[in-house]
């Protein structure tokens, strides 16, 4: 509520500001209101000292010019889109639509319409038909995973991503980008959509027998998830779900970071025990699958081992009193009955390490499961995947379990670190050696038993995972072919030095193309904004292989009138490209505006906007030209950053 | 029938994001709209005009928020790929373009300072150069820190408050322009800017 004192020195406050900021002194600003001079002084006060950051130091011009030349690039790349995309089918429907209005809206000044009023009416139910007809145009703007234009949108994310150079910049992108993802996980499970495959980036809410909360949304675990890490609530999870098209979300893939963030708390089994199978390939190492715990275990109580989901079984019958005797953790009082309640009736005196701060996660036995083949069997000790496992008389050995072949045991560790088995069970018979594959290529799809890597679907099951591969990443596979199937016994994310570099294009092809000189070779994943012509600028953000062999992440083609200098200062490449060399093409085109040349996509549209087509006539605009000042895009600019 | 006229604009306008807006009032002049105009039907001229016409200010409207040249470049850029972004999905401006742009970059800054979480200090040698303290090293130093307490203390204010500071007293807009761009009355921004200044001055009192 304002009081009078309060609208005198607002208004006080807007005269004083106006002279201060034309040059007046806060003194002089008060000797012309002595009656209010203390309560304005200290305002004014306050004002000069916001007056003081006023100051911005020169903008780097070579900086500033190259922000402009990605946005162009991007701009050039959007006009691109509109051209060719179907969503210009609703542009021409709303130029005609505009035409339609212009034909019975009177313009300004005239007070009538001229048309009848049941015309009027008529075209009214038309237009409103086309109102809710092109609603799901604006809704195509929210796309959602299965759409058309959905790619477009995660498209403009990565370029917005390729520009943020500041790491909190980036870091508050790929947030933003994660909670969009949220979103569209949310809006396709509410929609009853199908897909096969959805990311998500949250915190673990909640953890229940078969669900999960994850920011807020409900996720049932797929029998065969695969969990890496230990969940505990609180945690970052990075999840790869599926919508089956009935309103819920299935979760099947998780990497939990550990609550250090230290990220994905990568299984230690898994990544130091690689045995090789017997009968294998030199280069087929059979590696055992994660050993895998019966449920969620808490960090603290298991901090050197992976907690993957335990999956049931078939067949298992768990009566090992054994077990329980030695167990130093019972569950505690949050346990939910399982299956494997009776395992865990007995508790000790022992309390398990519980956490004060947040909901208890679930405490359970420490039992795991190995999956993988057995390399020896010497007495009482098996050695299942380079693991040491013990197997009494209470041991329940199904389907005749034996040396080399591929087994899933079901083991408890003891106080002195060693397992016991409760259960092996027969997975696989040894078989004839099967032909080694290994072959290196992008990760498309993962899902819980099959991954899609190149194209190849390759069966995972068992196989060892190294290094939290994500869809998009380059991943190194070994594995056996299998009749027709590919089954993989170990998968290891590469990682990848990204190099940033810009430079001229020297050379186009399907699958490459040459940017100052280095050639960078293009795939399926590859994202090119703008068109690659001979001549033309180019910034490349690249995945570098272990061999020196660069792999186009971004390729953003800059506006060639951005940088009309180029062709002038770069001294043609001595390779192959002589014949090829940017300037004649350039040069013989009027300098002024090359970019205005898409523009004649605007004219097929009708009478709507008839303003358009003259203004669409290339004219050299000043501030194209004072950014076209000498660009130092001379040959190949080299940084290497961060992976 | 006035009625029905203004139910046929608003039907006929409505699902194609004009930026015209119903009863909003369409600041820019006449060339200005067209060019805008063009630049929402993703004509590339138009839009890097568009461009050249509001970057240096965008990136002054930024840098003075957050005080560091690198991090107004990139929040300089992403405001322009938001730009196209939403020319892309038609969920662009709909009333004032510039107010719309300062929109966003003043929500980017935003978003900038929470994620930062704290104050950080600006490295001396990449701060502005300060006015006023005729070259005394320890008053320089003093300034600075005072610099950023400031603008520190702008992030505790209301959206609004806090862009009328930034408009008005780094930008060096008038009334009328703030106005304009935030689309409000000069009355009601005359009474944004006391209520701005009253509460900044019990921030860095506090």
Redesign the interface.
Known sequence: MTTRSDDILTGLLAECSDSILAGATVKACLDRHPQHAAALEPLLTTLVDVHELRAVPVRSSATAARTREQFMAAAMHLAEERRTLPATWWERLAAWWAGIVALFVPRAGSRTLGMPIGLLAAMLVVILAGVLATGGVTASAKSLPGDLLYPIKTSSERVRLFIARDPMVRSGLEQEFAARRRHEAQAVAEQGRRIDSLSLDGTLETINDNHWTVSGLDLALDPAVQIIGAPVVGARVRCVLRAPGDGSLILIYAAVEDPAGNGASAPAATATSTPTRPAATATATATPTATVTESAVSAAAAPDLPAQRWREPEGWEPAVPTATATRTRVPTATRTPGPTATLTAPPTATLAPTRTDMPAPRVEPLRYRIEGWVESIEGDQWIINGTVVNVNSATKLIDDPDRGCKVSALVVKKTDDSYTALQIKTLARPEATPEPVEFTDFLQERGSEWWTIGGTRIRVSGATIEGDPQIGDLVSVKGERHQSEIWALSITAIQLTEVQFEGIISAVSGSSLVVGGQTVLIDSQTQIIGTPEVGRVAQVAAFQMPDGRLIGKVIMVLDPTSTPTVTATQPPTPTETSTLEPTPTLTSEPTSTPTLEPTPTLTPEPTSTPTLEPTSTPEPTSTLEATASPSPVSGLRCAKIDA | ?SL??S???A??F????VFKGGNAACTENPDQQ?LL??AS?????????V???Y??RI??YV??RV?Q???A??????V???M??A?????GWRTSFSGWLYRIAHNLVI??YR??GRVTLVDID???????THGDPVRSTE?LL??EQ??AA?FQLTEEQAQV?TL?????R??AEVADLMDKTEGAI??L??RA??A??RV?QS
């Open positions: 029938m029905l006229n139910l046929f604009w039907l006929s409505a699902p194609f994001n067209a105009e063009r039907r993703a004509e590339p001229a138009a839009l890097g005009e461009y050249d016409q970057a240096d990136y002054a840098y003075r005080g040249a690198e991090v470049e990139d929040l300089t850029g992403q322009f790929m938001r196209l972004e020319i892309r999905t038609g969920q978003d900038y994620r930062r990449e701060a502005a150069p300060i006015r006023a300034s005072n610099r400031l603008r702008l500071i008005r007293f780094m930008d060096e008038s009334i005359k009474a800017q006391y200044v009253l900044l001055r860095m």
